[in-house]
C-alpha cells in the first residue's frame, strides 16, 4: 500500500484510479469486516474514519443499534481540516459500541478480524481502523482514544497509533465516550505518516471549548537524529508477556544504538489506573449517553407514555456492555457513593498525572507496553473484567492528558505484531514524533 506521503503527491487521475482499485481490493477482503460502509465523500487522498466521527450527510453510528439510520448534521472539525487539505473521507471503519471495549465484539455490525490471523481480535475500540491500515485496506484512518482505542488495535495490528495531548485536536463532531479523556488521533502504516495527518486534524479549534487553541506543526522539524532521555521501566513491565517483554529488551538495545540516553525509572502499581479510569470513564459515559432517549437522536420504540418511549428505546438500542457501563456510572455518581468511588478517583488521577510528571522532570520520553500480551484469540477476554484488565497499559496516559504513540516492534512465533508506546509530556508532539522516527528506524534497520 502507498504511504500517505506518496498519495498526498498523486495527480487527481491518479488518484480516482486508485481509490476504484482500493474499493475493489476492500470488496475482496469483505470478511475482515473492518468497514461498515464505503463511500467518497471528498475529491482528495482516501482516509478512514471511525464510525463516531461525523461526516456531513453521511451515517454515523458508533457501531450502535440506537444510532441506525442517523445521519450526521455537520462535518466533524477533523474532517473539515482533512477535506481542506486534500485529504477525503472514504470509509467508514467498525469499533466496539460507543468506543467500549477493547476487542471489536461489541459492535452491533458484528465482529472485525485481525488481518495477521483471523482467530484473534482486531483490538478495540478502532479494531475497523487497525485492521483496514493492517490489510492493506487503509492509507491510513483517524480512530479515538479514551483509554487506549487506538494505540491498543494499532500494536494488535501492526501499526502505527497516536493520541495527542487532551486538547490538542478538536472534538467536535466526536461522539462523546468519555469527554474529559476523548481525543482524536492517527492510525498509519508508519511515523511520518501519522505526524503528516496529526498535523492536519491539530490545527486549532474555537468550537471546543477544551481545545488547547495551538497550531505548532511536528512535519517541518522532524528530526529523528536529535538525542534524547528515555525513560525505561523495568518493575512496571514484569507482569507483561515474554512476547512483549521481548520486544521491550529490543527496543531498548535499539534506542540505546540510536544513541539515546536509558533511565530506569518506575511508575506506580498499574492496578489502581484501572479502578480510576473505569470509575471516570463511567460515570461520564453515563451522562453522555443520556442524550440517547428515542426523542432527539437516532431509533425509536414507542411506548404508552413518554417514559415507557425511554426505557423501551434504550433497553432495545444499547447492547450489554454499553449497559453495564450505564449501570457503573450511575452507581459510582450515585448519592452515597459518589464520595466513595468518583471522588476517590479523581484523586487517584491527580497522583498519577504528579507521577508522570515527576519522571519527566528528567526525562524527554518514557517506553511503555500498549497491552501485556499479542492480541488475544476471540473470547479469550469474555469476561468483562478480564477486558478492562488489559487496558493496563494504556488508560494512564489518557487520565494524564499525554501524548503517546504505538508502533510495531517485533513480531513472535506466531506471527503476531508486538508494539511498545513512546509517551511524552503535555503538548511535546515534536519530541515524541522524533523519538519515535528514530526507534521506528533503528528497529527496521535491525530486522
Ligand atoms: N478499552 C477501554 C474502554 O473500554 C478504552 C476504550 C477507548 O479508548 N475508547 O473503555
Not at 476517590?344 to 501485556?372: C, G
Amino acid at each position: 500500500m502507498i504511504t500517505l506521503k506518496q498519495a498526498l503527491e498523486l495527480s487527481q487521475e491518479e488518484l480516482q484510479e486508485f481509490k476504484q482499485q482500493l474499493a475493489a481490493k476492500i470488496e475482496q477482503n469483505k470478511e475482515l469486516n473492518a468497514y461498515i460502509d464505503v463511500q467518497d465523500f471528498g475529491a482528495g487522498v482516501p482516509i478512514a474514519i471511525k464510525d463516531n466521527i461525523q461526516v456531513k450527510n453521511w451515517s454515523v453510528t458508533a457501531a450502535s443499534k440506537i444510532l441506525q439510520g442517523y445521519i450526521a448534521p455537520y462535518n466533524a472539525t477533523v474532517v473539515a481540516k482533512m477535506l481542506e487539505a486534500g485529504l477525503s473521507p472514504f470509509g467508514r471503519t467498525n469499533m466496539d459500541e460507543f468506543a467500549m471495549g477493547s476487542t471489536t465484539e461489541t459492535s452491533f455490525y458484528g465482529k472485525t478480524l485481525n488481518p495477521h490471523n483471523q482467530e484473534h481480535v482486531p483490538g478495540g475500540s478502532s479494531g475497523g481502523s487497525a485492521a483496514a491500515v493492517g490489510a492493506g485496506l487503509a492509507i491510513a484512518a483517524l480512530g479515538s482514544d479514551t483509554g487506549g482505542s487506538i494505540r491498543q488495535p494499532a500494536a494488535y495490528c501492526g501499526i502505527v497509533g497516536m493520541k495527542p495531548t487532551y486538547g490538542r485536536v478538536s472534538r467536535y463532531g466526536l461522539g462523546a465516550y468519555a469527554s474529559s479523556l476523548d481525543q482524536i488521533g492517527p492510525m498509519t502504516q508508519n511515523v511520518e505518516d501519522a505526524a503528516i495527518l496529526y498535523d492536519i486534524i491539530s490545527e486549532s479549534d474555537p468550537k471546543d471549548s477544551t481545545n488547547a487553541q495551538k497550531d505548532d506543526k511536528v512535519v517541518p522539524n522532524l528530526d529523528p537524529s536529535r538525542k534524547l532521555k528515555i525513560a525505561v521501566l523495568p518493575k512496571y513491565i514484569e507482569n507483561a508477556s515474554k512476547d512483549v517483554q521481548d520486544a521491550y529488551a529490543k527496543a531498548v538495545n535499539a534506542l540505546q544504538a540510536a544513541g539515546h540516553e536509558i533511565v530506569e525509572k518506575e511508575l506506580m502499581d498499574a492496578k489502581y489506573d484501572i479502578s480510576a479510569y473505569y470509575i471516570t470513564a463511567t460515570a461520564e459515559a453515563t451522562t453522555n449517553l443520556a442524550r440517547y432517549d428515542g426523542i432527539r437522536y437516532g431509533n425509536r420504540v414507542v411506548g404508552k407514555n413518554l417514559e415507557e418511549t425511554f426505557i423501551k428505546t434504550r433497553s432495545e438500542g444499547f447492547g450489554d456492555e454499553v449497559k453495564r457501563r450505564i449501570l457503573l456510572g450511575n452507581f459510582v455518581l450515585s448519592n452515597g457513593y459518589y464520595e466513595a468511588y468518583y471522588v476517590k478517583a479523581q484523586k487517584t488521577r491527580h497522583i498519577i498525572k504528579d507521577e508522570y510528571a515527576k519522571v519527566f522532570e528528567e526525562v524527554d520520553l518514557i517506553l511503555s507496553p500498549v497491552a501485556p500480551s499479542v492480541a488475544p484469540k476471540f473470547g479469550e477476554l469474555a469476561n468483562p473484567m478480564d477486558m478492562y484488565l488489559s487496558d493496563i497499559y494504556t488508560i494512564s496516559v489518557n487520565l494524564a492528558g499525554l501524548p503517546a504513540i504505538s508502533l510495531p516492534i517485533m513480531k513472535n512465533g506466531e506471527g503476531m505484531p508486538v508494539g511498545l508506546q513512546l509517551i511524552a509530556k503535555a503538548y511535546d508532539e515534536q519530541t515524541l514524533f522524533d523519538g519515535a522516527l528514530s526507534l521506528e528506524k533503528e528497529v527496521a534497520s535491525n530486522n
